[in-house]
């Protein structure tokens, strides 16, 4: 695959040893080294089906980043989020027909259970697939710590309140203070936004009556506005999709901070990173940091990831299991 051979001639590999996290008081009891014995071939099996799956459609990449994302934030790190059922986080409104990826976890459970049963959790294979999801697109890569069990119950409710593109910096901080997260984790994971696609839906608020003042959001580039009006015509179809980073859609650079410096960041809580009032003490120099620093931003994202890996559930504790499937619990 063309951005494979990109990525292996010149990105940066990091490795970060050191990182855990507590959140809710529980602490993540995770190894790099627990699978040497019990699944070997683990990480080869999901680097190979997430290649497959890159081949196919390299904008996958960023979809199961985002599934990770959006696992972490509820319940932990627990795979909850691939959970089918009534209360499942798929029908939570950040997710409803936009979450994807799914199938791809499949296809790497049923690699990982023919080689190994039983042994390797759905939240495991999700961490490493976003991690090679990033390396295969340019990004940074680093040592995930492993030993996840896989929750027993979604939380569809709090899905519903997963950092959101339409909230305020303060209340984004705040959502990621509450998992154990701080202020650079809120601008290096945002460094994600570097590649995907996001719908009309999430930014087009933005293009006409901005918070009901009647007009665009002053805060974006006059000539992305024409674009983007183009692409999302006032009561257009909110499905139609635009490229987080329309510099290089599928390729993980730091291009998305230098699009925040002109005015060019998609969705609002991207913007707000630069240009709002309380960026400026708090998320601003970062922003710009990142911006003349790629390799900078590889690093703090590495780590980021990792602490965000980290995130348990005290409730959850070490009473999850390791699903056969990852869309049901055991004794469904």
């Keep these: 695959m063309k951005t494979q051979a990109k990525v292996m001639s010149g990105h940066v590999l990091l490795t970060v040893f050191t990182l855990c996290m507590f959140c809710s008081g529980a602490k993540a009891q995770l190894n790099p080294n627990i699978y040497v014995k019990s699944c070997p071939y683990l990480v080869p099996i999901v680097r190979k089906q997430v290649m ?11 979809s199961l980043i985002r599934l990770h994302f959006h696992d972490c934030f509820v319940n932990g790190c627990d795979a909850s989020v691939l959970l089918d059922g009534d209360d499942s986080e798929k029908l939570a409104i950040p997710n409803l027909n936009s979450a994807r990826g799914f199938e791809v976890i499949d296809t790497i459970k049923a690699a990982a259970e023919y080689a190994c049963p039983g042994v390797v959790s759905c939240a495991d294979i999700l961490t490493l697939a976003a991690r090679d999801s990033v390396f295969f697109s340019g990004g940074p890569r680093w040592r995930v710590s492993l030993g996840r069990k896989d929750g027993l119950v979604a939380n569809q409710s709090s899905a519903n309140s997963l950092p959101s593109p339409f909230e305020p910096l303060d209340a984004i901080i705040a959502k990621f203070v509450a998992v154990g997260l701080n202020v650079a984790d809120v601008v290096s994971l945002s460094g994600a936004h570097t590649f995907g696609q996001a719908k009309c839906d999430v930014f087009s608020n933005r293009l006409f009556n901005f918070n009901g003042a009647g007009s665009p959001d002053t805060t974006l ?44 960041g998609l969705l609002s809580s991207d913007q707000i990173l630069f240009s709002s009032d309380l960026a400026v003490n708090t998320t601003k120099r970062l ?14 994202f590495a780590g980021s990831m990792i602490k965000m890996g980290g995130i348990t ?3 959850n504790g070490s009473s999850g299991e390791v699903r056969k499937n990852c869309r049901v619990i055991n004794n469904y």
């Design 287 to 300: 922003v710009e940091a990142y911006s003349r620093s790629q390799y900078l931003f590889f690093r703090d």
């Design 221 to 264: 580039e006059t000539t992305l506005l024409s674009d983007l009006r183009t692409v999302c015509p006032a009561g257009g179809n909110g499905n139609q999709t635009a490229p987080l980073d329309r510099n290089s859609t599928d390729a993980f650079d730091n291009n998305y901070f230098k699009n925040l410096l002109e005015g060019k």
């Design 52 to 62: 497959i799956a890159l081949k196919a459609d390299m904008g996958m990449a960023a």
């Design 313 to 315: 559930n005290s409730l």
